[in-house]
């Protein structure tokens, strides 16, 4: 039920930012006006999963854990009201029909990607994981080869050509795979090893949330004096930089230690979202403004899955091997396999085994956090350096992009 659930969650969550980014871009012509438009968006959906946790924890305080599915209805319920008396609506000439094959291929690839890997990370290479990535792999190529076919595809591949686009779409679903392969980890960390309330772990996630929303704000006079790829270059260096200090967690300073080095890569990671984001609705012509604000809103879709089955199952990996050799041969097999699973299950099984074996599986979780983090901070690294090269012209090609369509529309 619960993933049934959230798979209609997904499906209405995901006309949200397609369509909102499409109203953005045929709304806001002038690049500083949509800059900051999209600054504003950014900073919407930051406040929105930083407020999230803190909302939900104090729900669980009270009520029962149902309850945090709740908040949303009213939001929504506001939304059915006024949406269609103050929003404005755009439409494509030719919008095209919807190709169930390619949605069927697309689904697919991803499920059984994101299976395999998590598989993997729990009984190795073995026939079933590596039979799902197979087939994942290959229902990517299939969509990818009908896409070229279709005069009318699902997603348009010729967006790509651009360099820009392309790069700017790297560094989307890099951030996105670091926020939330790191973001699923801390929070884990926060509550399972350090013992904070869903509610205090919550309030915790201020800090960085705060510099977020400073840093996207900030955006838009930055663009007007830095070239966009020196800008994404240098906030994936912050980031960088913030999770090697989150790879540094373990001691007594552990809380301060993923609370600053959170808010030094949130300070450097959202201003790539905005500006990345920018740079692809401006690359495309207003026409399929809504397809490049889906690819946009997809690929970083896409890397949050990909993050936390990544990291996440990179964290498993280590945690499980480490917890694996200091389990006594005595202890019950239902603690035992608890143990082994998830830290959440070690924690659940306390009673049932001695306490030095709780602090080894959190230690191990600790060394799955380092690692995924480092790992996080070496990527990004590599993707700034990409995103300095290949991006140091770009704001004359978005200009150049406006003015273009300017003359076409005129």
Known sequence: MVIAGRALLGVAGATLAPSTLALIRNMFHDPQQRTTAISVWVMSFVVGAGIGPLIGGALLEFFWWGSVLLIGLPVMALLLVLGPRLLPEYRAPHPGRLDLPSTTMALLAVLAVIYGLKQTAVDGLVLLPSASLVAGILAGVLFVRRQRRLAQPLIDLHLFAERTMLVSLGALALVMVVLGGISYLTVQYLQLVLG???????????????????????????????????????????????????????????????????????????????????????????????????????TQELGTALGIALLGSLAAAIYRGQVAHAIPTGDPRGAAEAIQDTLGGATGAADQFPTALLAIAKEAFTAGLQTAALTSAVALAGMAAVAMITLRHSRADVCMTDQTQSLRRR
């Open 196 to 298: 904070l309330s869903p509610l205090h772990a919550g309030l915790w996630t201020l800090p960085p949330l705060a510099a977020g929303i400073v840093a996207t704000m900030l955006t838009p006079l930055a663009v007007r004096r830095v070239s966009p790829g020196l800008l994404i270059g240098g906030g994936l260096a912050l980031a960088a930089a913030g999770y090697t200090v989150v790879g540094q967690v373990g001691g007594d300073s552990s809380l301060t230690v993923v609370v600053v080095g959170l808010s030094v890569a949130f300070a450097g990671l959202l201003p790539v979202s905005t500006v990345g984001v920018d740079i692809i609705v401006a690359a495309a012509p207003p026409e399929r403004t809504g397809a490049a604000s889906a690819i946009s809103e997809t």
